[in-house]
Structure formats: structure tokens, C-alpha cells
């Protein structure tokens, strides 16, 4: 049986995806999806790209996640099976999932707290007197 592996990111969020064909089964750190993501939208974001190609219920997904909030979590899984999608047949889904957006890395990340200050960008309220 083939496995395709792909590596997802968003934010501080890693997610290693595991795909292999199967009767539609998604883990997430040994968790089924409904017990890791509580919220509907979540669960969504995750079956995105299995919409965008028409192959929900055909691969059995593994996930190991690491870092950053749900929401972040989520969109990393996301860029991951499609990733992985991509690689198991170029020219069926590439061009729907890049259609969609799927296999764009979102490079945006926190901007870092400068010292002397309260935050990135916010400043301390200035007194002239």
C-alpha cells in the first residue's frame, strides 16, 4: 500500500500528513477528528481539499500536529493533505486545489515585541509634560 507523506505549516503550527488510501478515517495525534476538533468550522477547514477533488470517504489520513492555536492548527492540516494530494496525482488535483488556494503557504506570522515598548506596535502614551 503507497503512503504520501507532506509536511503543512501555519503560523507556529506544524503538521506532519499522512495519506494513504482507505475508507475515509482521519486522525489527528491518535485522536479521531470530531474528539480533536470540537467546532464545525474546524472540522471544515480539515475536509476542505477531500471536497475540492471529489475523494472524500477514499484515503485513511494520519496526522501529527505541534504548536500554535486550533485555527492555526487547522489551515496547517489543511495546506498538508493538499500537499499530499497533490503529489499523489499531479494533474487530477493540483489544479483545483491551487484554484482554491490549497498550496499557498499563508507566510504570515506574529510580528515580534520591540523593547520599550508594550506590544509590536502600540507605544506607551507620550507626556509632554
Same mark, same amino acid.
Given at each position: 500500500?503507497?503512503?504520501?507523506?507532506?509536511?503543512?505549516? =501555519? &503560523? /507556529?503550527?506544524?503538521? =506532519?500528513? @499522512?495519506?494513504?488510501?482507505g475508507k475515509g478515517n482521519i486522525t489527528i495525534n491518535g485522536r479521531?477528528?470530531? *474528539?480533536y476538533f470540537a467546532e464545525d !468550522?474546524? =472540522? @471544515?477547514?480539515?475536509?476542505?481539499?477531500?471536497?475540492?477533488?471529489?475523494? *472524500?470517504?477514499?484515503?485513511?489520513?494520519?496526522?501529527?500536529?505541534?504548536?500554535?492555536?486550533?485555527?492555526?492548527?487547522? *489551515?496547517?492540516?489543511?495546506?498538508?493533505? /493538499?500537499? #499530499?494530494? !497533490? %503529489?499523489?496525482?499531479?494533474? #487530477? @488535483?493540483?489544479? #483545483?486545489? &491551487?484554484? %482554491?488556494?490549497?498550496?499557498?503557504?499563508?507566510?504570515?506570522?506574529? *510580528?515580534? &515585541?520591540?523593547?520599550?515598548?508594550? !506590544?509590536?506596535?502600540? =507605544?506607551?502614551?507620550? /507626556? &509632554?509634560?
Amino acid at each position: 500500500m503507497k503512503q504520501n507523506n507532506a509536511l503543512g505549516r =501555519r &503560523k /507556529s503550527a506544524v503538521a =506532519r500528513v @499522512y495519506l494513504a488510501e482507505g475508507k475515509g478515517n482521519i486522525t489527528i495525534n491518535g485522536r479521531t477528528v470530531e *474528539e480533536y476538533f470540537a467546532e464545525d !468550522s474546524l =472540522r @471544515y477547514i480539515v475536509n476542505q481539499p477531500f471536497a475540492v477533488t471529489k475523494t *472524500e470517504g477514499q484515503f485513511d489520513v494520519k496526522i501529527n500536529v505541534v504548536g500554535g492555536g486550533t485555527k492555526g492548527q487547522a *489551515e496547517a492540516i489543511r495546506l498538508g493533505i /493538499s500537499r #499530499a494530494l !497533490s %503529489e499523489l496525482d499531479r494533474e #487530477a @488535483y493540483r489544479a #483545483a486545489l &491551487k484554484a %482554491e488556494g490549497f498550496l499557498t503557504r499563508d507566510a504570515r506570522e506574529v *510580528e515580534r &515585541k520591540k523593547p520599550g515598548q508594550p !506590544s509590536a506596535r502600540a =507605544r506607551f502614551q507620550f /507626556s &509632554k509634560r
